[in-house]
């Protein structure tokens, strides 16, 4: 038992960073509210963000379990995450290709308080529903939810994305106050396009192992 909560916990921690890193809307705003305003007022949006994806994971979790006898047979669990591994590569080119700049604003005057930068990034992030099918296509190549699945193993696993996202939003601020001088747009993008080549790659090598019947995860 404790070891599938480990791995539960661990998957849920790879989903909560695929989701966070990629430099959107609420990226773009983190990098420039720590620039511009202080690490914490980024880290706060970072931390209005990944609630606002808890509340999605959930979300989408809920849909999964309306098809647990579709997902308990081998067969259907083995498409599920071959076309899971190819929405994540989807998604991956898709940041890779993406432009981070049309997301940049222009500074706000103000800082505002540490509550006001957690409540936009919350609402920020719930306005783009489409983060739906991304977790949709983690949830299938991680086996993420299963039939039967305890509600004590769920809460870990919810607990692992809020953590894996968190670990992600902390460690993002941090390299950018360290490295504020000198990081600039173009630092944003370079992220954008590691971050793709990673998400792709890890696509490949998960869409292979489904198809050899191995297992990576």
């Known amino acids: 038992m404790l070891i599938e909560l480990a791995d539960l916990l661990f998957k849920g921690m790879l989903i909560g960073v695929i989701v966070s890193a990629p430099m959107g809307p609420v990226g773009v705003l983190c990098v420039q509210r720590t620039l511009n305003k202080g690490r914490w007022f980024g ?12 509340f999605y994971a959930i979300l989408t979790a809920s849909a999964l379990g309306v098809v647990v006898d579709f997902l308990n047979e081998g067969s259907n669990m083995l498409i599920m995450q071959l076309l899971g591994s190819i929405m994540l590569f989807l998604f991956g080119l898709y940041t890779f290709r993406s432009n981070p700049q049309k997301n940049i604003r222009p500074a706000s005057p103000t800082k505002g308080t540490l509550a006001h930068n957690f409540v936009t990034a919350f609402f920020v992030t719930l306005s783009n529903p489409l983060i ?6 983690l949830f299938a190549r991680f086996t ?8 004590a193993m769920d809460c870990v696993g919810y607990a692992g994305i809020v953590l894996g996202a968190l670990v992600w939003w902390f460690g993002l601020t941090y390299f950018i106050n360290k490295v504020r001088n000198r990081f600039d747009q173009r630092g944003i993008w370079i992220i954008n396009r590691v971050i ?3 998400v792709m790659v890890a696509a490949v090598i998960g869409l292979i192992m489904s198809i050899t019947g191995k297992s990576l995860y």
């Open 43 to 54: 880290f706060v949006t970072g931390i209005g963000a990944a609630l606002s994806d808890l």
């Open 132 to 137: 739906i099918f991304l977790f949709l296509g």
């Open 144 to 151: 993420f939810v299963r039939p039967f699945q305890p509600v």
């Open 196 to 198: 793709g080549v990673v």
